[in-house]
């Protein structure tokens, strides 16, 4: 798992896009399992119910917050086993989420892309989103769970000084 903050800003097409990535040793089926079924997110995130298809709407909850609140979520695009793109309303936070996966080696690497309309709040975001994705680790791996006291406030310096940056191999 993350010990220290590894998240980056990159320009987007409406903003900074915050991104953050893990990599698995396991084949990319195994992992969109992990990302995508209702089961497997609820080790990790928390459960959703609803028909998860593209231009549907589903409920998430997020089971390791307080009073572990279920909100909606649009399902945007969907393209198994290597994209999916999620929104969130603004009463939910409005979040616009991407989760891409590629896979080489026997690696599969998940990159996780919050797509931002402001770096305000960043610092909040980032140890959030390094949190879950351990969480995704640990349960992937069958290790204890972290706790988010070891992400915030301790990552926050980190996300408040990001700047947008361009992303490797965009010289």
Do not use: N
Request: net charge negative; hydrophobic share 35%; glycine share 10%.
């Amino acid at each position: 798992m993350t010990s220290s903050p590894i998240g980056r800003l990159f320009p987007g097409a409406t903003g900074p896009d915050l991104v953050l990535t893990r990599t698995f040793r396991a084949p990319i089926e195994d992992v969109w399992a992990s990302v995508t079924e209702s089961d497997r997110t609820a080790r990790w995130f928390g459960p959703w119910e609803g028909d998860a298809a593209p231009g549907r709407t589903i409920k998430m909850q997020m089971a390791f917050e307080d009073q572990q609140p279920w909100f909606d979520v649009r399902v945007d695009a969907c393209d198994p086993p290597r994209r999916l793109s999620l929104s969130t309303s603004e009463e939910s936070g409005g979040w616009r989420l991407e989760l891409v996966l590629s896979e080489a080696g026997g690696r599969t690497e998940l990159r996780f892309v919050h797509h931002l309309t402001t770096t305000e709040g960043v610092g909040e975001m980032g140890p959030g989103w390094e949190y879950y994705l351990d969480m995704l680790v640990a349960a992937r791996d069958g290790l204890p769970a972290p706790t988010f006291d070891d992400y915030y406030p301790s990552m926050k310096p980190y996300y408040d000084a990001l700047t947008p940056s361009s992303p490797p191999g965009d010289d």
